[in-house]
């Protein structure tokens, strides 16, 4: 069974440029998240989805992070002005949830996409 | 919301003896407890779970266990190996998976 997949592995841009990072989940996962992880630290959530309905983004940067999930299989994550404190490693996770259900599902990450702003 | 604390945050132990990561959490309607492991370059990787109704799960050389009136968890690695070398985070699930800070474990050959 293939794993999750994220693009790119590594970006660099300079504060203030735009970046997006996508998400391929495992195939029938119908929940994905999106967590940042700042070195030596473990992930915070960023934004979960429920199939293409948005669960949770109470911890999302609104002003300049947008994710979407059109069709309720892949996903985007844009950072749109980049800053410095951006710096992290951007994962993708999804899981087997099953609707109605909302915890105790285990989660699966991808590689993740290592972001530094210069 | 739920708040999960981990300690240590480093541990070095010497290859076969056993490590123990402790970790606690704030809310009691938690009732999913999983372990990663995270090496260089990787995204985390499930060791092994728990769920509120089992206090104790084995695997191998790794076990689980979970006090739920206490409201702490705790990771046992037995025999340890030098591949056992990696950042080992704790999670909680209620109405969202909340993670640890992490605890870097070094096994000294």
């Known amino acids: 069974e293939a794993g999750v997949a994220q693009s790119p592995r590594y970006k660099i841009i300079e504060k203030r440029q735009s970046v997006a990072f996508w998400c391929n989940p495992i195939?029938?996962?119908?929940?994905l998240y999106w967590y940042q992880q700042i070195l030596g630290q473990g992930p915070k959530l960023l934004i979960q989805?429920?199939?293409?309905?948005?669960?949770?983004d109470s911890q999302l940067p609104k002003d300049r992070f947008s994710a979407e999930r059109l069709k309720g299989v892949d996903s985007t994550l844009k950072i749109q002005p980049a800053k410095l404190e951006d710096s992290a490693v951007y994962l993708c996770?999804?899981?087997?949830?099953?609707?109605?259900?909302?915890?105790?599902?285990?989660?699966?990450f991808g590689e993740g996409s290592w972001l530094t702003v210069v | 919301g739920e708040n999960v604390e981990q300690h240590p945050s480093t541990l070095s132990v010497q290859e076969g003896d056993s490590a123990v990561i402790k970790c606690t959490y704030s809310?009691?309607?938690?009732?999913?407890f999983p372990w990663y492991k995270q090496e260089l370059g990787k995204g985390p990787q499930l060791i092994i779970d728990?769920?509120?109704?089992?206090g104790e799960k084995k695997d191998q050389r790794i076990a689980v266990t979970l006090n739920k009136t206490a409201k702490h968890f705790s990771l046992h690695i037995t025999e340890t190996q030098p591949e056992d070398s990696a950042v080992y985070f704790c999670?909680?699930?209620?109405?969202?998976?909340?993670f640890g800070a992490g605890t870097r474990l070094t096994v000294k050959p």
């Open positions: 996770a999804s899981s087997p949830l099953a609707p109605g259900v909302y915890s105790g599902n285990t989660i699966y």
């Open positions: 195939s029938g996962h119908a929940t």
């Open positions: 989805f429920q199939n293409n309905g948005v669960v949770d």
């Open positions: 809310d009691s309607a938690s009732n999913y």
């Open positions: 728990i769920r509120s109704n089992v």
């Open positions: 999670a909680a699930s209620s109405r969202g998976m909340r």
